[in-house]
C-alpha cells in the first residue's frame, strides 16, 4: 500500500463495521460500489448534479460522489439498504408507491434519502419546505408532484417515531444547520 496514493479506512455501514483500502481521490460513491459492494447507491452524474448517489453521512445526506472515501475514514454511513427497518423510511417508501412517486426508480434512492433526512429534521414540512428539502435530486420521469404529494403524505401519517440509530440523532441542530436545510443545501455541494 503507497501511502501518498492509498490509505486502509474504516467506516461503519449501516451499523457494521467496513474496513478496505481507498484511494487517496477515490469518492466515497466509489468506495461503496465497488469495495463494500452497496450497489444500492446509485451512480448518476459523478459531479454532485443528481442526487442519486445520496447517503447519510454522519447524519447528513450527502452526495456520495463529492465526498472522499477518506474522509468516512471512522465515521457512520447509511444507505437506503441501512435504514430498511425504519418506520419513517417504511412510511415513506409506502408513499411513493401508493402516490406513483416511482417512475423508472433509479432517482428514488437519493430522493428517499433526502425526503427521510427533511422529516428527521421538519416533520411537518410544508410543500414549499419539501421542495427545498430534495432541491438537490433530480428525476426526470414525474415531474415532481408525485415525490412532493408522497413526501407530504408520509408527513402526515407518520408519528414521528424513528428506530434511527443514535450516531444522527441531532436534537441540538445549529442555526446554521437549520438554515442550509431551509435553504435546500441538504446535500453537499449546494442544493
Given at each position: 500500500?503507497?501511502?501518498?496514493?492509498?490509505?486502509?479506512i474504516?467506516?461503519f455501514?449501516?451499523?457494521?463495521?467496513?474496513?478496505?483500502?481507498?484511494?487517496?481521490?477515490?469518492?466515497?460513491?466509489?468506495?461503496?460500489?465497488?469495495?463494500?459492494?452497496?450497489?444500492?447507491?446509485?451512480?448518476g452524474c459523478?459531479?454532485?448534479?443528481?442526487?442519486?448517489?445520496?447517503?447519510?453521512?454522519?447524519?447528513?445526506?450527502v452526495?456520495s460522489?463529492?465526498?472522499?472515501?477518506?474522509?468516512?475514514?471512522?465515521?457512520h454511513v447509511?444507505?437506503?439498504?441501512?435504514?430498511?427497518?425504519?418506520?419513517?423510511?417504511?412510511?415513506?417508501?409506502?408513499?411513493?408507491?401508493?402516490?406513483?412517486?416511482?417512475?423508472?426508480g433509479f432517482?428514488?434512492?437519493?430522493?428517499?434519502?433526502?425526503?427521510?433526512?427533511?422529516?428527521?429534521i421538519k416533520?411537518?414540512?410544508?410543500?414549499?419546505?419539501?421542495?427545498q428539502?430534495?432541491?438537490?435530486n433530480?428525476?426526470?420521469?414525474t415531474g415532481?408532484?408525485?415525490?412532493?404529494?408522497a413526501?407530504a403524505?408520509?408527513a402526515r401519517?407518520?408519528?414521528?417515531?424513528?428506530?434511527?440509530p443514535?450516531?444522527?440523532?441531532?436534537?441540538?441542530?445549529?442555526?446554521t444547520?437549520?438554515?442550509n436545510?431551509?435553504?435546500g443545501?441538504?446535500?453537499l455541494?449546494?442544493?
Amino acid at each position: 500500500m503507497d501511502q501518498l496514493t492509498e490509505s486502509m479506512i474504516t467506516i461503519f455501514l449501516n451499523d457494521q463495521p467496513f474496513q478496505a483500502v481507498a484511494g487517496a481521490s477515490e469518492s466515497l460513491l466509489d468506495f461503496l460500489r465497488h469495495r463494500a459492494l452497496a450497489t444500492e447507491v446509485k451512480c448518476g452524474c459523478g459531479r454532485g448534479d443528481c442526487g442519486t448517489c445520496a447517503v447519510l453521512f454522519d447524519g447528513r445526506v450527502v452526495k456520495s460522489c463529492l465526498v472522499l472515501a477518506a474522509q468516512a475514514n471512522g465515521k457512520h454511513v447509511y444507505t437506503i439498504r441501512g435504514l430498511g427497518r425504519d418506520s419513517l423510511m417504511a412510511n415513506l417508501q409506502d408513499s411513493f408507491i401508493q402516490y406513483g412517486a416511482i417512475q423508472c426508480g433509479f432517482c428514488t434512492p437519493g430522493m428517499l434519502m433526502a425526503a427521510y433526512h427533511l422529516l428527521r429534521i421538519k416533520p411537518t414540512p410544508t410543500r414549499w419546505e419539501i421542495r427545498q428539502g430534495i432541491a438537490g435530486n433530480l428525476c426526470r420521469c414525474t415531474g415532481y408532484q408525485k415525490i412532493i404529494d408522497a413526501i407530504a403524505a408520509a408527513a402526515r401519517k407518520t408519528a414521528f417515531v424513528s428506530e434511527a440509530p443514535d450516531s444522527f440523532d441531532s436534537p441540538n441542530l445549529t442555526s446554521t444547520d437549520q438554515e442550509n436545510a431551509k435553504a435546500g443545501y441538504l446535500l453537499l455541494g449546494g442544493g
